[in-house]
């Protein structure tokens, strides 16, 4: 049995079962089955299931620990520090889009999933490059959630303004077609703006804002996704973690690009903190009782059995302005569904509440150009915003601080030079293996690359 086909069943379990870690014999079924997926080819050490395992159902594998120390009695993190290969990011794009290929995406798209991807990894958005390839694009097409190579369809277009259908292709290479769509009809009509049903995960939405940067265009974009925000004063995941980005070109040697959720925190940071043994900040996560959680290893507990949510940008309640957030998440979700007639909430959860199975996540996106040298000269506007950057990063420091004010784009133009500088990108151990088990599983990969950089 496939290390898929086991995860599925592991899902099932949780899906169906809501309480079962209540219930001895399910208790016993699921570990059963998660030692099975621990020992099968192809199962991710670092698995988030593993961490169900642990705080939903008592399950604590020790083969499970020996995988994610790399076999050894140092935590991967330690070893990691120690052994980290550097891989050139040429070949690692080369590698992304040859996996695209074995899957039936054409050339030209493969080119640019890959390209979205790497570009994640370059600016040290660690989260939406590599580590997003096997785990949410493979597995999601090998589950047949998410297809390969879909047409992209108009569903109604004017002079400015578009809405296409993605039939649940992929996100990565429906997002540029989007945004440049946009662009094109910026430059020649001003503004141009694009709304997109039927997608899914489109990578970092920052890759768009500076498509349209790039190409003398203000650039504004957002996607929702499954829910997991709860509403000011509201207990349950209503929301997805949905991104508002803007991006503006500027005399820098990088453009103002603000890419972040409107949650205060990430599943992935919880996860995070869970690793590294430390509390959940208070505020960013709530329960069904209303009660904001710290405790870190109940709050993934409880989020699986969906009795945690995240909050928005300003935490819980509205002391912080929590409800400024609220809005933001809701001002990107209505735009990412109601032009789009889309799907929201439990209708883009991913997983099929009756059989506990993954299902499609028909996501929304929209994507707005506006071309400055319709309004002023392109140079006078970059120079206007590079004035203003320069001169908050030149503001007066606070004494207790790093000594340094970063704005937006600028953390990941220095991610970008320190890693080009060191010749590429750290690839992790649990990464490692997902890129071993993409060689060796997909058709025409073994023989072109058969032996990884690491091995």
Not at 330 to 345: D, F, I, K, M, N
């Amino acid at each position: 049995m496939t290390a898929a086909a086991i995860k599925e069943e592991l899902l099932s379990i949780i899906g169906k079962n809501p309480e079962g870690h209540k219930d001895e014999a399910i208790r016993s079924t699921f570990a059963s089955k998660l030692e099975e997926y621990s020992k099968a080819e192809g199962a991710d050490p670092n698995d988030v299931i593993f961490a169900i395992g642990k705080t939903v159902f008592g399950v604590d594998l020790p083969d499970a620990k020996k995988a994610k120390t790399n076999g050894t009695s140092k935590p991967v993190a330690a070893a990691a520090a120690e052994e980290l290969p550097i891989v050139d990011f040429d070949y690692m794009k080369e590698f992304m889009k040859e996996v695209f290929l074995s899957y039936g995406v054409t050339p030209e798209r493969a080119e640019i999933c890959s390209d979205v991807l790497i570009e994640a990894d370059k600016r040290g958005i660690d989260s939406h490059g590599l580590g997003r390839l096997k785990p949410i694009y493979c597995d999601r097409m090998d589950n047949g959630i998410l297809w390969p190579e879909k047409p992209i369809d108009v569903i109604t277009e004017s002079e400015t303004t578009a809405l296409l259908d993605g039939n649940l292709g992929l996100g990565l290479y429906i997002g540029p077609h989007c945004m440049q769509m946009a662009i094109d009809k910026a430059k020649k009509y001003g503004v141009g703006f694009v709304a997109c049903r039927n997608s899914t995960h489109y990578g970092i939405a920052g890759y768009y804002a500076t498509m349209a940067t790039d190409q003398g265009c203000i650039g504004f974009t957002g996607t929702n996704a499954r829910p997991s925000i709860a509403p000011t004063f509201g207990v349950e995941p209503m929301m997805g973690t949905n991104p508002l980005v803007f991006g503006l070109p500027s005399t820098d040697d990088f453009p103002f690009v603000i890419d972040c959720a409107t949650s205060v925190n990430q599943r992935g940071k919880i996860e995070k903190y869970a690793r590294e043994g430390v509390a959940t900040p208070a505020g960013a996560v709530i329960d069904d009782q209303g009660i904001e959680r710290t405790d870190t290893e109940g709050i993934l507990r409880d989020m699986v059995l969906g009795k945690c949510a995240l909050t928005p940008v300003g935490g819980a309640g509205d002391k912080m302005g929590g409800y400024k957030g609220f809005g933001w998440a809701a001002t990107v979700e209505l735009l990412c569904t109601a032009l789009q007639s889309g799907p929201w909430g439990e209708d883009i959860c991913g997983v099929d509440r009756a059989t506990g199975k993954p299902k499609p996540m028909p996501l929304g996106h929209f994507f707005l150009a506006i071309d400055i040298e319709k309004i002023c000269p392109l140079d006078t506007f970059k120079k206007n915003t590079g004035e203003f950057l320069k001169a908050l990063r030149e503001s007066k420091k606070a004494p207790t601080g790093p000594g340094r004010i970063w704005t937006a784009g600028e953390p990941e133009n220095d991610a970008r030079l320190s890693r080009t500088g060191q010749g590429g990108m750290k690839v992790v151990a649990p990464l490692q293996k997902n890129m071993i088990d993409l060689r060796n599983n997909r058709p025409g990969l073994k023989e072109k690359y058969p032996k990884l950089p690491f091995e």
